[in-house]
């Protein structure tokens, strides 16, 4: 059995699987905030305990703080299983990594794109993640990977707002948009920020030609929707390209 762990720069996805399961067939999976740290070691350890583990591997944008954190409480679930860290390299699970210097693409972006090219194979794909920041990248029919944009996710956009200018409120981002242009300043801020997002993915979508458009991440229920092109939403889009490093089903 296997623990995925994606350390994102706000929340800990992680999940357990089987090696040559399908993809995304957790046996369970879960999340946490960084400050939540005591729950990821309460459900790594019962993973541990009920389903065994032998192998960890682990995405991690986070930085070294967190990994350190990750160690920690690795070492008291499973100490005798050496973690795994993923990184971008030149090519992978069948994605060539086009990136000027490979090491420096992210490695959530990485695990992304090949999860996108296993999702959609033989065809251009674009692959979206809505997180603290929103990563948009293409990866061809051959798998590919071109590269992409990154932008401020939805929260980091409103509270760019709200933070540098005089008199404008901080929103949630899960709010309800009306049907055409808004009348009030919430909703104002509401439709720019989704319509910066979706007009970004579309007008990735065009430049790539894009057969698909995969789209992951907590913000993604919001986003979708307002997307002009054909799109499915694939929850924990990293775990599964971790998974499918691991000879996993397609």
């Keep these: 059995m296997m623990l995925l762990i994606d350390a994102g720069n706000t929340r800990v996805k992680w ?11 957790w046996i369970t999976h879960g999340a946490a905030t960084h400050a939540d740290m005591p729950l990821l070691e309460l459900s790594w350890c019962e993973a541990a305990a009920t389903y065994g583990v032998s192998r960890i591997l682990i995405a991690n944008v986070a930085g070294n703080a967190l990994r350190v954190q990750v160690e920690y ?4 679930c499973l100490p005798d299983v050496q973690p795994e860290w993923f990184e971008s390299l030149p090519a992978l699970a069948g994605v060539t990594n ?17 999860a996108g090219h296993r999702l ?7 692959v979206v993640n809505c997180g603290t920041a929103t990563t948009i990248d293409a990866v061809t029919a051959h ?12 929260g980091l956009m409103a509270s760019a707002l709200a933070r540098n200018t005089a008199q404008l409120p901080q929103i949630a981002q899960d ?8 009348d009030n300043t919430d909703d104002a801020i509401l439709s720019g920020i989704l319509a910066a997002q979706s007009g970004a993915i579309e007008h990735a979508c065009a430049t790539h030609k894009a057969a698909e458009c995969i789209i992951s991440g907590g913000a993604a ?23 499918a490093t691991t000879g996993s089903a397609e």
Excluded at 73 to 76: D, E, I, K
């Design 175 to 182: 709010g309800k948009l009306p049907e055409g242009f808004a």
């Design 98 to 114: 086009g990136y000027r210097n490979p090491a420096q693409l992210g490695c959530d972006r990485f695990a992304a794109a090949i």
């Design 143 to 154: 798998g590919v990977f071109l590269g992409g944009m990154i932008l401020p996710g939805l």
């Design 73 to 76: 409480v690795l070492q008291r």
């Design 120 to 126: 959609a194979p033989g065809v251009p794909v674009i």
């Design 15 to 25: 999940a357990l699987a089987d090696a040559g399961a399908e993809l995304g067939a």
């Design 221 to 243: 229920p919001y986003i979708a929707p307002m997307l002009k092109v054909p799109y499915r939403i694939v929850e924990n889009i990293v775990l599964i390209g971790l998974h």
